[in-house]
Structures are given as C-alpha cells and as structure tokens.
C-alpha cells in the first residue's frame, strides 16, 4: 500500500531542544517537501528537495534543516533557533520536477503536530 | 510569480444545497491548478487537477472546477452537499518555473448545516 508515513502524530518538547520530524515514502517519488501549516493560514514552504543529495530552502528555512541521503526519507529538524516553532508539519512527495513541467501532484501524509513549550 | 487568493475564508451551506468555493490566481505562466481538502488533523486530499486539457475538470466526491482563463479564476462547485464535505478546502497553483512546484492559497472551511 503505497503511501506518505510521518511520524510521530503528535509530539511535544521543551524550548531550546532541537527535535526531527520523520517522513518516509513509499511511492518511489524523487521529490519531497516540507510545509508548514498554522491556524487560519495556508502552507507555506520550508524545504525541498528534487532528487537524493540535493535540497533547496523554500519560503520560511530559516530555524530549519534537512537531509536528504536516502530516496524514501527527507527529515526535518526543528532546531532551537526557530522562533515559533509550534505548528503543524505535513510532508510531501511528487515525481521529479523535470525541466519546467511541474503539473505533477504532491501526495501528502498525515501530518505532526508539535508542540513547544 | 505566482499567487492564489480563495475569496471567502469562511463558507456555510445546507446539506443538500449547491457549493460555491471562488479562487482566483495570478501566474506568468501557463499554470496548473489543484484543489485540495483537508479534514481536522489530517494531511491534503487531492481533489481535482486541471492541467491544459478540458477546462471543466471533474474530481472526486463529486467536485468539479471550471478554468476560466479570461477571469484568472477555478472556482470548485458541486450540486449538493454532504455532511461529511466539512472541511477546509485549498486552492493551489503551479506555474511551471520548475523551482518550486504549488503556492497555496489560505483556504476555505466549507461548514454544512443539517
């Protein structure tokens, strides 16, 4: 069953620890993004990236990192320097974007909620 | 580039009732347009893609978008509604730069009164 996993669901820390978000895929998609979602607003992007080994900062990177080492995997670490960091994280996949056609879908998992306080 | 603006942030209908949810977009580009909707808690359903073909895209649980170029817009429809269409529903545009795929709008809660 072909899908997006993130995992945990829910997860709560303290200020000034960094914490990862996992996303695993199994649709064989050569890129993955991460987006962030607050109350009463849209996604916003955080990372991206097209192909393993290679990522690229979206609109809000800042207080954010990412690796990408593996095709099915795209981590996202919460670091301390991340001002706001409570919010809800929902990761993406989609075939590659491939010269400038990029009609593909994203395919979204479930999301995590974290919470810092 | 790109934006999305969904005109009402807020959407209340009967059950049973037509649904109207309007989006406009801007794009330097010849886009993509999407729909998507989201449940409380949950990751974004894809609803519907319109991607160059027909300009009346059918989706699924009976949702449709028409692409009307000469008014910017792709505004979701569907002749009645159902309890469980209850959601927040997002418009999204993808111009085709290749850098970076979707811009979000902010979306709509869709309520449905019994």
């Known amino acids: 069953d072909g899908g997006i996993t993130q995992s945990p669901k829910y997860l709560f820390r303290k200020e000034g620890q960094n914490v990862t978000l996992s996303c695993e895929q199994n649709?064989?998609?050569?890129?993955m993004y991460w987006y962030r979602q607050d109350p009463g607003q849209g996604l916003r992007l955080i990372y991206y990236?097209?192909?393993?080994?290679?990522?690229q900062k979206g609109d809000i990177a800042e207080g954010y990192s990412v690796s990408r080492e593996k095709k099915e995997s795209f981590p996202l670490t919460v670091t301390s320097a991340q001002k706001n960091p409570t919010a809800f994280y929902l990761c993406?996949?989609?075939?590659?974007?491939?010269?400038?056609?990029?009609?593909?879908?994203?395919?979204f998992g479930p999301g995590t909620r974290l919470t810092v306080t | 580039a790109q934006s999305v603006t969904q005109l009402d942030s807020h959407v209340s209908v009967s059950e049973g009732t037509p649904v109207l949810l309007r989006c406009n977009y801007s794009?330097?580009?010849?886009?993509?347009l999407f729909w998507y909707v989201q449940h409380p808690n949950k990751g974004l359903q894809l609803l519907l893609k319109?991607?160059?073909?027909?300009?009346l895209v059918k989706g699924i649980n009976g949702f449709e978008a028409e692409f009307k170029k000469s008014e910017t817009s792709f505004h979701l429809t569907k002749p009645s509604a159902h309890m469980s269409d209850a959601a927040e529903y997002f418009c999204?545009?993808?111009?085709?730069?290749?850098?970076?795929?979707?811009?979000f709008g902010s979306g709509t809660r869709l309520q449905v009164q019994p």
């Open positions: 319109y991607t160059s073909a027909a300009t």
């Open positions: 993406a996949s989609s075939q590659r974007l491939v010269g400038t056609s990029s009609s593909y879908e994203q395919y």
């Open positions: 649709l064989n998609h050569d890129a």
């Open positions: 999204v545009v993808s111009d085709g730069t290749g850098r970076r795929a979707l811009t």
């Open positions: 794009s330097s580009y010849s886009p993509s």
């Open positions: 990236s097209q192909i393993v080994n290679d990522f």
